[in-house]
């Protein structure tokens, strides 16, 4: 996936030659088609991505991370990573094979999903804040301050022209601070009148494509640009039940394919998948969302969706938040204890 793991990365490593590389991988492939034949995934992966199975496969979920790496680079660094894991060398013969480890799911998409559900998000700045910092030209001294934070998520309402990327909805607030100010003159960021706006209105969030914690912008200053969503699309999008799909064709560039693993009964406006391109801020004063995240963020979705982790993952969240530590051991302590210490959720309590 060519992302950098949160808090136990595995160090990058030289790349492998052809030989190394088709040796690799023959065998990684050996390993994981033993695991598979046992289990509900056996064979390739379905051909319609949008239905997967809910049954945890720990072996589909390694090929698909893999698989959905985007570079030979990357997908090097895994194998290495996968072999290393197992204690096992890249050529040769081994036996005991312990699939009882399972480092990416502890170590990645298990922090990963409990991080999406931790920390409710500041409102974003009005216009105003983005004045006072000068757009992307933010003064020395504000570097991770909430103010620059709170100005970043006025830059990105101004750069979307106050629109969820999706819904296209305008953001409620400031149709009301328009109207008081205007009256039924009011027009959005385009010069169209607010109240013959199709799309209605809605309350309005800036939503990071992966959480803070995995991301990092070469300042280190964790503000790579977000999206702007309402609160339906915010949640699912950062539950990994939303993704970006770039589309090639003649549309332009930060064009994309919207769709979800939902059923579509519960995201009917706008019904899903639907093509948007992306809106670029005027004079570039703020960049438009990171194609790669997004292609990132894509590849998760279809990882946790297909191997069945997403659920399994959410059922052990769940199932903490409702039920709390079981004395009967159904509860998967361990896990939650690694959670709890490494500050990914709160602390959760004991019933009998």
């Known amino acids: 996936m060519d992302v950098p793991f949160g808090k136990a990365s595995p160090s990058p490593s030289s790349p492998l030659d052809a030989g190394q590389r088709t040796q690799a991988r023959r065998k990684f492939y050996h390993i994981l088609r033993h695991f598979e034949g046992a289990g ?162 809605d309350v309005l969030k800036v939503a990071h494509i992966l959480p803070h914690s995995l991301t990092k912008t070469e300042s280190g200053s964790q503000l790579a640009p977000r999206l702007t969503l309402t609160h339906l699309l915010h949640s699912t999008f950062g539950d990994f039940q939303v993704f970006f799909v770039p589309v090639t064709n003649n549309q332009g560039p930060h064009t994309y394919c919207i769709n979800s693993f939902l059923p579509p009964f519960i995201i009917r406006d706008p019904s899903l998948p639907i093509t948007r391109t992306l809106c670029l801020a005027e004079n570039r004063t703020i960049d438009p969302p990171s194609a790669r995240l997004l292609a990132i963020h894509c590849a998760i979705a279809h990882i946790l969706h297909l191997s069945g982790a997403g659920e399994y993952i959410d059922r052990i969240l769940r199932d903490a938040e409702e039920h709390g530590i079981r004395v009967d051991g159904s509860t998967e302590l361990g896990r939650l204890v690694k959670l709890g210490l490494g500050e990914w959720v709160d602390g959760v309590g004991i019933r009998t």
């Open 40 to 201: 509900p995934h056996a064979g390739d992966k379905p051909e319609d991505d949008t239905k997967g199975n809910s049954q945890y496969s720990r072996p589909l979920l390694v090929r698909l991370t893999y698989e959905y790496a985007r570079s030979e680079a990357s997908q090097d660094v895994f194998l290495r990573t996968f072999f290393g894991s197992l204690a096992l060398s890249l050529d040769g013969h081994d036996h005991d094979v312990d699939f009882g480890n399972e480092y990416l799911l502890d170590n990645f998409f298990l922090p990963l999903k409990a991080s999406t559900k931790k920390t409710p998000q500041p409102s974003p700045a009005d216009h105003s804040a983005v004045q006072r910092t000068h757009g992307a030209g933010l003064p020395q001294g504000l570097a991770g301050t909430p103010e620059r934070l709170s100005a970043l998520r006025g830059a990105c309402l101004v750069r979307d022209r106050h629109r969820c990327v999706i819904s296209r909805k305008f953001d409620l607030s400031e149709a009301v601070k328009r109207f008081k100010t205007s009256g039924s003159a009011s027009r959005d960021d385009d010069g169209q009148l607010l109240e013959d706006d199709v799309n209605h209105f």
